[in-house]
């Protein structure tokens, strides 16, 4: 069975930093992308980066491009984010979730299948 | 960025009811469309991807349609553990963008 945990979550102030780790199991993690995606007070789901099996990596850049930094360990199967300069704005629970993988045909593996319980990041003064 | 659009934000039904959803993208998004399932202090649940494709475990209830920019999510018989919030998600383009979410609530 898949799970994802996630921890970090923290109060913190505005222009602080914060690292946020997801520990994976139940898959060869070293096989599948994974992404964050959070959800600020009374809103909707905002993607906001994924980490690719070789390292690579997208952000959402308009939020937090150079802000972010999204990393792997394969050996720990764990992701992380390590996130700077942080705003009001991006107070949210954070989730780590798992890419479904696979059969690509129409779209099907770019899809989460797996996602943690989140991580309560608040930045106020 | 693709915007996703869903109708209603909300809606009022019984156990038994047929309710559809209506997911709208700005641009075409072929049929990288997913649809999720949000209880409150839960993990989002993946319901359908590639717009019509039941995730494993899913009930039958569930069933997505469409490609382009117009998508369904049918829930043919409402059950007490289907009141969530229900999200659609292009996976087309970066940045990967969710529709508002749709509160289904017990009439």
């Known amino acids: 069975e898949v799970h994802v945990v996630e921890s970090g979550g923290d109060l913190v102030q505005p222009g602080g930093s914060l690292r946020l780790s997801c520990v994976a199991s139940g898959f060869t993690f070293a096989n599948f992308r994974m992404a964050w995606v959070r959800q600020a007070p009374g809103k909707g789901l905002e993607w906001v980066a994924s980490?690719?099996?070789?390292?690579?990596?997208?952000y959402k850049e308009d939020s937090v491009e150079g802000r972010f930094t999204i990393s792997r360990d394969n050996s720990k199967n764990t992701v992380s984010l390590q996130m700077s300069s942080l705003r009001v704005e991006d107070t949210a629970l954070y989730y780590c979730?798992?890419?479904?993988?696979?059969?690509?045909?129409?779209?099907?593996?770019?899809?989460?299948?797996?996602w943690g319980q989140g991580t309560l990041v608040t930045v106020s003064s | 960025d693709i915007q996703m659009t869903q109708s209603p934000s909300s809606l009022s039904a019984s156990v038994g009811d047929r309710v559809t959803i209506t997911c709208r993208a700005s641009?075409?998004?072929?049929?990288?469309l997913n649809w999720y399932q949000h209880k409150p202090g839960g993990a989002p649940r993946l319901l359908i991807y590639a717009a019509s494709r039941l995730q494993s475990g899913v009930p039958s209830r569930f069933r997505g349609s469409g490609s382009g920019t117009e998508f369904t999510l049918t829930i043919s018989s409402l059950q007490l553990e289907d009141f969530a919030t229900y999200y659609c998600?292009?996976?087309?383009?970066?940045?990967?963008?969710f529709g508002q979410g749709t509160k289904v609530e017990i009439k």
């Open positions: 641009q075409m998004t072929s049929t990288y």
């Open positions: 980490v690719f099996p070789n390292g690579g990596t997208a």
């Open positions: 979730a798992k890419y479904l993988g696979g059969d690509c045909s129409g779209g099907g593996c770019y899809s989460l299948d797996s």
């Open positions: 998600h292009q996976s087309y383009r970066d940045p990967w963008t």
